[in-house]
T-cell receptor, first 111, second 114 residues
C-alpha cells in the first residue's frame, strides 16, 4: 500500500536514448510533482501538475515532458538523453498547500 | 516565481547541542512552509510544517518559527542525537494562482557527532 510509487528505481541508459519514469499515487491528492536532485543534493522542481493544469519550471529543457493520464499518475518522458541528465528524479504528490509525499526516487545514469 | 534561500549549507554539532537552520523566501503571498529530512539514499520526509497564520510550532525536540514580515523561517532542533544527521530542506508553497508549487531551499547537511 505504498503511497507514492515510482518505477524504475534504477535506470542506466546511453546518451541519445528516450526513456520514461512512471509515478502513481493512491492518496487521492490533487497535485503531483517531479523534482530533480543532482549530485549536490539540490531538489529542483521540474513540474507541478494540478487538475490537468501544468506549471513548468522554465529552466527545464523541452526534452522533458510530463504526461498525466489521470489524477493518480504523472509520468516523466525524456527524449535524447544527455550526460547532464544523470540525477535522482523524485515524484511527489500533495493536496494543495499540504504535505508532499515523495516516491522512492529513480536514479538515472546516462553513459 | 518563489525563491527560497537556506543557510548554512553544512552544520556540524556535538550530540546534545542545539542546531538552527534558517530560510528566507521571496514571495510574500506564500503561506505554507514545510521542513523535510532526507537521510542518505532515502526520500525526503516531512518533519514539521507551519502555516502563515501561526508564528511558532513545536513537536518534541523540533520547532519552527515564522516571521512573515521579514519573510524568514527557521528550524530549531534541541538535544541533537546522531540519528538527526541528515540533509534538511526548507520549502515554501507559492500562491501561483491557487496551484501548489512547492519550492525547496538548497538543503543543509547536519552532522551530529557523538
Amino acid at each position: 500500500d505504498t503511497a507514492v510509487s515510482q518505477t524504475p528505481k534504477y535506470l542506466v541508459t546511453q546518451m541519445g536514448n528516450d526513456k520514461s519514469i512512471k509515478c502513481e499515487q493512491n492518496l487521492g491528492h490533487d497535485t503531483m510533482y517531479w523534482y530533480k536532485q543532482d549530485s549536490k543534493k539540490f531538489l529542483k522542481i521540474m513540474f507541478s501538475y494540478n487538475n490537468k493544469e501544468l506549471i513548468i519550471n522554465e529552466t527545464v529543457p523541452n526534452r522533458f515532458s510530463p504526461k498525466s493520464p489521470d489524477k493518480a499518475h504523472l509520468n516523466l518522458h525524456i527524449n535524447s538523453l544527455e550526460l547532464g541528465d544523470s540525477a535522482v528524479y523524485f515524484c511527489a504528490s500533495s493536496l494543495s498547500r499540504g504535505e508532499a509525499f515523495f516516491g522512492q526516487g529513480t536514479r538515472l545514469t546516462v553513459v | 516565481g518563489e525563491n527560497v534561500e537556506q543557510h548554512p549549507s553544512t552544520l556540524s554539532v556535538q550530540e546534545g547541542d542545539s542546531a538552527v537552520i534558517k530560510c528566507t523566501y521571496s514571495d510574500s503571498a506564500s503561506n505554507y512552509f514545510p521542513w523535510y529530512k532526507q537521510e542518505l539514499g532515502k526520500r525526503p520526509q516531512l518533519i514539521i510544517d507551519i502555516r502563515s497564520n501561526v508564528g511558532e510550532k513545536k513537536d518534541q525536540r523540533i520547532a519552527v518559527t515564522l516571521n512573515k514580515t521579514a519573510k524568514h523561517f527557521s528550524l530549531h532542533i534541541t538535544e541533537t542525537q546522531p540519528e538527526d544527521s541528515a540533509v534538511y530542506f526548507c520549502a515554501a508553497d507559492g500562491p501561483n494562482s491557487g496551484y501548489s508549487t512547492l519550492t525547496f531551499g538548497k538543503g543543509t547537511m547536519l552532522l551530529v557527532s557523538p
